[in-house]
């Protein structure tokens, strides 16, 4: 990589690590908000998924325009709005507050999806691609490992409200390193040609290749997003842990991924994505099996569980992601990846309303009906790989 490249690429995965943080560090605080705003696990839901349906609203929105403008201002756009965002969320008085304002921080942070992949994928050709991407969820990783324990230990240290703004914070020393010098990227505008939103639509709708890409994004999102909502509260409520204990969970997956991700993604580069991508995929099916069937057991025994769930469960999106940033062309790339962004988060929101109306309160407070979710998450990810077999990717892409 050139220098620019790797201040790009790093620079991504410091923002990937502010935005996966803030969505994150939600999940193991859910035990927290269901007990201090005295609601369901239903109820909790809304806040993980109120974020997804704002996050989808504005993607779609995006894929109409989104390639008119250089992807830095653009980049400066979204993540100005992420930042506001995740600031009101640090002063949520109530319930009602924070489900508003983590749809507001959901409109702006659905748009960053997008545009960090169409990026990376406008930069790196697609024989380098996949690299690039493992760099990139390494900051997902790295959010796990240190974001999210950092968040818990804020939050017990002091209140809830703690680690939002301290990522509200993050994020404006981040925005003014984007601001002042990340590059300008036009090179798409070369080839592009304004269209009316509804003929927009219709090319993408009448690409089978384009229809495939998006179905498979929207697929694998659906079978995993489903089982992470649950995991802290069943770990907690189910498993045995303390609620402290909760942080070695995101520390010791979030660790090995930081590894293991970029890895992958040049496994991925060698052996081609798409026998990766089933590899990864099956060997995922263990750990969401194992956590959703768990009963009362050790922490270590727990934390090999979710540690598996981590490295897997991120490791099988790098393969395909690869594939799909090569489903379309770099003119209408912020389009395609708009709109992908939109299904993805659509999926997020209802693996997180499904999941919510699956898991009950039992007996002594337990969380019932999880092993259900597992069966289904690994029924939907089988069905991805239908779809992988079906997409053509062009490597000039």
Request: glycine share 10%; hydrophobic share 55%; proline share 4%.
């Amino acid at each position: 990589m050139s220098s620019t490249e790797r201040f790009v690429v790093y620079t991504l995965a410091c923002l990937n690590f502010t935005h996966i943080m803030d969505a994150m560090i939600m999940m193991p605080l859910g035990d927290i908000f269901m007990r201090i705003f005295g609601i369901n696990p239903a109820q909790f839901s809304y806040i993980v998924s109120a974020y997804a349906f704002a996050a989808f609203l504005s993607s779609f929105t995006a894929t109409f325009f989104i390639d008119r403008f250089d992807r830095k201002a653009a980049l400066i756009f979204s993540y100005s709005g992420f930042v506001f965002g995740t600031f009101l969320c640090g002063i949520a008085p109530n319930y009602l507050f924070l489900l508003i304002v983590r749809f507001v921080t959901g409109l702006f942070g659905g748009l960053m999806g997008a545009l960090v992949l169409s990026v990376v994928s406008d930069l790196f050709a697609y024989e380098r691609r996949g690299k690039a991407i493992g760099i990139i969820m390494a900051g997902f990783s790295a959010a796990a490992a240190l974001g999210v324990p950092l968040g818990l230990f804020l939050a017990e240290t002091f209140n809830w409200n703690t680690p939002f703004l301290f990522i509200g914070g993050m994020g404006t020393f981040l925005l003014m390193g984007i601001v002042f010098k990340f590059p300008v990227m036009q090179g798409h505008l070369s080839g592009y040609v304004q269209e009316k939103p509804l003929q927009v639509l219709k090319n993408m709708l009448s690409d089978q290749n384009q229809i495939n890409a998006l179905a498979l994004g929207m697929i694998l999102v659906l079978g995993h997003f489903i089982i992470i909502p649950f995991i802290a509260p069943y770990m907690v409520r189910n498993v045995g842990f303390l609620q402290s204990q909760i942080t070695w969970i995101y520390f010791c997956g979030g660790i090995l991924t930081v590894f293991t991700a970029p890895l992958i993604g040049k496994l991925t580069d060698r052996y081609r994505p798409l026998p990766t991508f089933m590899v990864v995929l099956v060997l995922s099916f263990v750990p969401v099996l194992w956590i959703t069937n768990m009963g009362s057991t050790g922490v270590l025994l727990g934390l090999c569980a979710t540690s598996l769930f981590f490295v897997f469960g991120s490791g099988r999106m790098i393969a395909p992601q690869t594939m799909i940033t090569a489903a379309v062309g770099p003119s209408n790339r912020g389009s395609f990846m708009s709109m992908k962004s939109a299904l993805q988060q659509l999926s997020v929101g209802l693996a997180t309303f499904l999941s919510g109306s699956i898991v009950v309160f039992g007996e002594g407070d337990r969380l019932e009906n999880y092993d259900i979710v597992g069966y289904l998450s690994i029924a939907l990810c089988i069905v991805s790989i239908f779809i992988a077999k079906k997409l053509t990717v062009a490597e000039g892409n």
